[in-house]
Nanobody, 120 residues
Framework: QVQLVESGGGLVQAGGSLRLSCEAS???????????MAWYRQAPGKQRELVASITSGGSTNYADSVKGRFTISRDNAKNTVWLQMNSLKPEDTADYYCKGFHIFDGRDYWGQGTQVTVST
């Protein structure tokens, strides 16, 4: 089993910044066995959507709504992926989830989520 634990959520005013962290632990030798890793979010009453993803080689992909404001990064030595969120907007309010695909298990693992609230 692999555990993904998110942290860093909270309440912030519009225009502010937050940095989310996702730390992987469990049956992995290194986080590059979890590839890709991604951040998703789910706002109340809406479907879960992809925010950003990153491969073990560092290739990234972003939702159009966050391009230029959010940055995903990973530190394989620390088994951690981050999501730096700048210029936050009220529409960014959601529960944010970390997801990773374990290349040997052949399945996705999800974290428990962290709540982000952006006030006007």
């Amino acid at each position: 089993q692999v555990q993904l634990v998110e942290s860093g959520g909270g309440l912030v005013q519009a225009g502010g910044s937050l940095r989310l962290s996702c730390e992987a632990s469990g049956r992995i030798f290194s986080i590059d066995q979890i590839n890709p890793m991604a951040w998703y979010r789910q706002a109340p009453g809406k479907q879960r959507e992809l925010v950003a993803s990153i491969t073990s080689g560092g290739s990234t992909n972003y939702a159009d709504s966050v391009k230029g404001r959010f940055t995903i990064s990973r530190d394989n030595a620390k088994n951690t992926v981050w999501l730096q969120m700048n210029s936050l907007k009220p529409e960014d309010t959601a529960d944010y989830y970390c997801k990773g695909f374990h290349i040997f298990d052949g399945r996705d693992y999800w974290g428990q989520g962290t709540q982000v609230t952006v006030s006007t």
